[in-house]
Each structure stands twice: as C-alpha cells, then as structure tokens.
T-cell receptor, first 116, second 114 residues
Framework: KAGVTQTPRYLIKTRGQQVTLSCSPISGHRSVSWYQQTPGQGLQFLFEYFSETQRNKGNFPGRFSGRQFSNSRSEMNVSTLELGDSALYLC???????????????FGPGTRLTVL | AQSVTQLGSHVSVSEGALVLLRCNYSSSVPPYLFWYVQYPNQGLQLLLKYTSAATLVKGINGFEAEFKKSETSFHLTKPSAHMSDAAEYFCAVSKDTGRRALTFGSGTRLQVQP
C-alpha cells in the first residue's frame, strides 16, 4: 500500500506570493493533518481535516488555510508569503473513523518551502 | 494546555551502548504519548505509542518506553545503539478529545559513535 505522498517536494517562492501544497493520504484514510516544522519553532500543528471538514486548527494566522476533497486528498494554501513561512510542511493521515487522539498518524516526506 | 519537554537537544552514545532519550509531559488529563523518529530529508516514522493499555511499551527497531504517571515521564530506551539509529527523535502528546492534533517536543538529535 502506498504511503502518504506530498507534492511538490521542494518549492521556492518570493515574499507576497501564495502557494498551494498537496497531500494524498494512504488509501482508506479519512483524516489528514498538517504540521509545520522549522528550526526555531519545531513541529507545530496547523489543522486537521476529516470527511472534508476542518475539525481542529492550530495557532496560525488566517493566511494559512486548507481543504479536503471527497477522495480525502488535502491541500493547504499560504497566502501573502513571509520569510518566516520557510519551513518543512508535513502531512499526516490516520485510518480510524472514530476521532481519537490515540490514532497513529502516518507522515509523508514533506514539502520544503523556501521563501526568498 | 498540554506540553512536552525533551531534555537534551543532542545525545551522543557509542555503538552498542544504552540509548536513553528523556521526555516529560504536562497534561491535565491522561494523555496519549508517542515517540517518532525523523531521518534526514524524510517525514516522521512512529516508533511506539502509549494508549494506557500497558505502561511499558515496545516499539520498532528494539526501542521501548515506560510511562510513569508519578513522574509524568515517557523516556525512550534501547539497550544497544546501532549506527542506523542516528536520527532526530520527537516525543509527542495528544488528548482523547476527538482531536488528533499532536503537540511535539523540541526533539533530540541522537549521534552514534563507532
């Protein structure tokens, strides 16, 4: 079974632009979560989607948004990019339909975003 | 609010030596606890998780962790380090409140010396 895939793997943008990142979960997984990883702030939760609904959101500005499609694929969008948005963005998918903090999350390889 | 503290941003051990990576959590309710490993330019891989079934949890690659409520700790150990264990390790916590958001520690980079 294929793992979580994220595209693109690397991205370079300039300040003020917007960017869309894509995540395809493991087949059958309905929950997708997004995390931001930076050297300064570490790993931080962005948001979680389940059945096309945002179920939880981390402490990020409104420039960060996401959505989930009926096939569970998810995208996140960052508008008006800032230098501080440079990070590794990780997507994770979970199988269980019952919402549980104990569910194992399977992570993708991430998208490395560089903002110049 | 829940949080995770990992003591030691860098740990260096010799090949064959005991690996001990420390994690303390702060949570107002019994948490779910996880250890993840990240190799360079890769995502996170789950090593093991605690979900209250047993306090001693065995994971992949010979790693295990013990949940100690009295010490609010969930330290990761491996009896004998291997060169391939060199990576960054993250402890994480989540609550069973219907949400899957993980709160991560700052990570510990493990070096294994030959």
């Amino acid at each position: 079974k294929a793992g979580v895939t994220q595209t693109p793997r690397y991205l370079i943008k300039t300040r003020g632009q917007q960017v869309t990142l894509s995540c395809s979960p493991i087949s059958g997984h309905r929950s997708v979560s997004w995390y931001q990883q930076t050297p300064g702030q570490g790993l931080q939760f962005l948001f979680e989607y389940f059945s096309e609904t945002q179920r939880n959101k981390g402490n990020f500005p409104g420039r960060f948004s996401g959505r989930q499609f009926s096939n569970s694929r998810s995208e996140m969008n960052v508008s008006t990019l800032e230098l501080g948005d440079s990070a590794l963005y990780l997507c994770a998918s979970s199988l269980n339909t019952r919402a549980s903090g104990g569910d194992e999350q399977f992570f993708g390889p991430g998208t490395r975003l560089t903002v110049l | 609010a829940q949080s995770v503290t990992q003591l030691g941003s860098h740990v260096s051990v010799s090949e064959g030596a005991l690996v001990l990576l420390r994690c303390n959590y702060s949570s107002s309710v019994p948490p779910y606890l996880f250890w993840y490993v990240q190799y360079p330019n890769q995502g996170l891989q789950l090593l093991l998780k605690y979900t209250s079934a047993a306090t001693l949890v065995k994971g992949i690659n010979g790693f295990e962790a013990e949940f100690k409520k009295s010490e609010t700790s969930f330290h990761l150990t491996k009896p004998s380090a291997h060169m391939s264990d060199a990576a960054e390790y993250f402890c994480a916590v989540s609550k069973d409140t219907g949400r899957r958001a993980l709160t991560f520690g700052s990570g510990t980079r493990l070096q294994v010396q030959p």
